[in-house]
């Protein structure tokens, strides 16, 4: 008898349907799930699982994929080198190498010289 594997066993919702309901807070099949990994886990997967794109990898996985929508940017310039990126909430991320790869670990948060809102409101 052959084992249903898990992503095939959610087949109540799509996950549009599944991420959609879930922000209406309506009653979803199964807790919706996404996906985030540094490139050398997914260049892993992708050649394990035998696809060639993430859109392909993401079903084989069993997770939903909530892919970011927002309107575009249209504050001050953002840093993004290769060594140091800063997102528009301020959070500066630095690069860091390890055997596997590269990743950016969080190095400033915006708001860590701030012990209370009345500093925040009085800078």
């Known amino acids: 008898m052959p084992v249903a594997r898990h992503w095939e066993s959610h087949v109540d919702m799509t996950p549009r349907e599944r991420v959609l309901a879930?922000?209406?807070r309506r009653p979803v099949d199964c807790?919706?799930?996404d996906y985030w990994a540094v490139p050398e886990v997914t260049d892993r997967l992708l050649a394990h699982?035998?696809?060639?794109?993430?859109i392909d990898l993401w079903p084989r996985l069993g997770v939903d994929k909530i892919?970011?929508?927002k309107p575009k940017y249209v504050g001050p310039?953002?840093?993004?080198?290769?060594?140091?990126?800063?997102?528009?909430?301020?959070?500066?991320r630095r690069r860091?190498?390890?055997?596997?790869g590269v990743?950016?670990?969080i190095s400033r948060w915006p708001?860590?010289?701030?012990?209370?809102?009345?500093?925040?409101?009085?800078?």
């Open 22 to 24: 879930a922000f209406d």
């Open 31 to 33: 807790i919706p799930t």
């Open 49 to 54: 699982f035998g696809v060639e794109n993430t």
């Open 67 to 69: 892919i970011n929508i």
């Open 77 to 92: 310039p953002l840093v993004d080198t290769d060594e140091v990126r800063v997102d528009y909430w301020g959070v500066e």
């Open 96 to 100: 860091h190498e390890h055997p596997g």
């Open 103 to 105: 990743y950016y670990e």
């Open 111 to 123: 708001l860590a010289e701030y012990a209370s809102i009345d500093e925040i409101e009085a800078s």
